[in-house]
C-alpha cells in the first residue's frame, strides 16, 4: 500500500467520526455543527486535491502494519472535536470567528501552495521561487498548521495543542529541513534561501539587497 492511502482513510473518514460523535453524545449545538463543517471540508478538500493534484511524496510503498500505524498516528488529530463535542463545549463569538480566520488563510495556502507546486514541477523543474513560494519555502505546511490550529482554538483544550506541536517537531520540521538539503544541490539555492523564510514569511528585506540577488539569479 502506499502511505496516501492511510492519510486519505483518515480524511475520508473524518466527517463520520464527527458526525457520529454528534449523535452518540446527542451535541448538535451550533459550535459542533461549524466544527464538523471545517474539518469534514477539509478532508473532502483532501481527496480532491489526490485526485487532482496529488503531492508525490504520498505515493511511497509501505507495509501494510506501516499503514496502520500512520492511520493510527493521525486519529490523534481526533481529539479536537472529541473534547468540543463530548465535554459540549461552548466558545465566544469573537474566538470562533478568529479561528474561522485562521483556519480559512491555513486552506488557502495549503491547496494554493501544494497547486502551485504540482502544476510547476509538470512543466518544469527547479527552484519555485515565486507566488505562494517567493518568500516562504514551506506555504503548505504553514497552511496546514494554521488549519489544525484554528480546530484546536476551538476546542479550548490543550491536548489539540499537544499534539499540532508533535506533528511539527517529529514530522513537519524534519520534513522541511529535508527538502532544505534537497534544494541546496542547485546553485541558486543560497540566494532563495536569503529572502525566504523556512516556515514564516520572511517579510523584511532590504529590496536593494534582493534587487541584486535576483539580478544575480
Known amino acids: 500500500m ?15 467520526i464527527i458526525l457520529g460523535l454528534m449523535a452518540f453524545y446527542n451535541n448538535f449545538t451550533l459550535l459542533a455543527w461549524i466544527y464538523l463543517a471545517l474539518h469534514g471540508t477539509y478532508g473532502l478538500m483532501w481527496l480532491i486535491k489526490d485526485r487532482l493534484y496529488p503531492d508525490q511524496q504520498w ?5 501494510v502494519a506501516m499503514g496502520i500505524f500512520t492511520f493510527i498516528i493521525l486519529g490523534l488529530y481526533w481529539a479536537a472535536p472529541f473534547i468540543i463535542i463530548s465535554g459540549k463545549v461552548t466558545a465566544a463569538a469573537p474566538l470562533i470567528s478568529a479561528a474561522i480566520a ?26 519555485i521561487t515565486e507566488g505562494f513560494f517567493s518568500r516562504c519555502r514551506n506555504p ?7 488549519i489544525y490550529l484554528g480546530f484546536a482554538l476551538l476546542a479550548q483544550h490543550w491536548l489539540p495543542f499537544l499534539v499540532l506541536g508533535g506533528f511539527i517537531a517529529g514530522v513537519f520540521i524534519p520534513n522541511m529541513l529535508k527538502k532544505d538539503r534537497s534544494l541546496s544541490r542547485y546553485p541558486e539555492f543560497d540566494a532563495y534561501k536569503a529572502k525566504s523564510g523556512l516556515l514564516l514569511p520572511k517579510l523584511l528585506i532590504n529590496p536593494s539587497r534582493d534587487a541584486r540577488q535576483s539580478t544575480q539569479t
Open 59 to 63: 505515493e511511497k510503498e509501505i507495509s
Open 2 to 16: 502506499k502511505i496516501k492511502h492511510a492519510i486519505n482513510w483518515h480524511k475520508f473518514l473524518t466527517f463520520l
Open 140 to 146: 503548505n505546511y504553514l497552511g496546514e498548521i494554521l
Open 102 to 127: 485562521i483556519n480559512i488563510i491555513g486552506v488557502f495556502l495549503h491547496y494554493g501552495s501544494d497547486a502551485q507546486k504540482y502544476f510547476t514541477l509538470k512543466y518544469r523543474q527547479g527552484l
